[in-house]
T-cell receptor, first 115, second 115 residues
């Protein structure tokens, strides 16, 4: 079965410092991985995705994610955090076979960037 | 495109009343998802449709919940009778299923409070 895990419920970082939000996945074959962000009282917004190709994927708002097949990880990163990056971040993997249509989400990681 | 449109944005109802949540997916998308988000359980998939047909409703909590998609541009999620434990934010999302690399787009959500 497909799944993702976000090992940290919360990540705190000072503005200007690099940030990492962790995600590991479990899926047979090649994974299709996604990151979403949710701001307060809003729906989830798509940030970036990994389908194939370069292991470093660039997305919206200066975010990027690194796909690591040997570690089955897809960590979200940003070189310099902004206070406005504070939000809830979700990692997701697309299902396969009979569950092709759905996304499996992690529990989410609350990112807080301190000024 | 206006994105995924949900209505109402907020709903407050008394226990025992019927509640109907509405969703208009992005034009051309043929997969539609209903999610529920709570602090305790995080983001849960309730049901999803492909080409207006329910594919997986295993996440629907119980018989009080029902969902329909009478055409490609409209879906409803109904709770009858509603209970206080149904209080949550309900999200609708849509995607183009025909490609595995497509992301899902979320609506703003409906915040349901059952008193």
């Amino acid at each position: 079965a497909q799944s993702v895990a976000q090992p940290e419920d919360q990540v705190n970082v000072a503005e200007g410092n690099p940030l990492t939000v962790k995600c590991t996945y479990s899926v047979s074959g090649n994974p299709y991985l996604f990151w979403y962000v949710q701001y307060p009282n809003r729906g989830l917004q798509f940030l970036l995705k990994y389908i194939t190709g370069d292991n470093l994927v660039k997305g919206s708002y200066g975010f990027e994610a690194e796909f690591n097949k040997s570690q089955t990880s897809f960590h979200l990163k940003k070189p310099s955090a902004l206070v406005s990056d504070s939000a809830l971040y979700f990692c997701a993997v697309r299902g396969k076979g009979s569950t092709l249509g759905r996304l499996y989400f992690g529990r989410g990681t609350q990112l807080t960037v301190w000024p | 495109d206006a994105g995924v449109i949900q209505s109402p944005r907020h709903e407050v109802t008394e226990m025992g009343q019927e509640v109907t949540l509405r969703c208009k997916p992005i034009s051309g998308h043929n997969s539609l998802f209903w999610y529920r988000q709570t602090m305790m359980r995080g983001l849960e998939l309730l049901i999803y449709f492909n080409n207006n047909v329910p594919i997986d409703d295993s996440g629907m909590p119980e018989d009080r919940f029902s969902a329909k998609m009478p055409n490609a541009s409209f879906s409803t999620l109904k709770i009858q009778p509603s209970e206080p434990r149904d209080s949550a934010v309900y999200f609708c999302a849509s995607s183009a299923r025909t490609e595995m690399n497509t992301e899902a787009f979320f609506g703003q959500g409906t915040r349901l409070t059952v008193v």
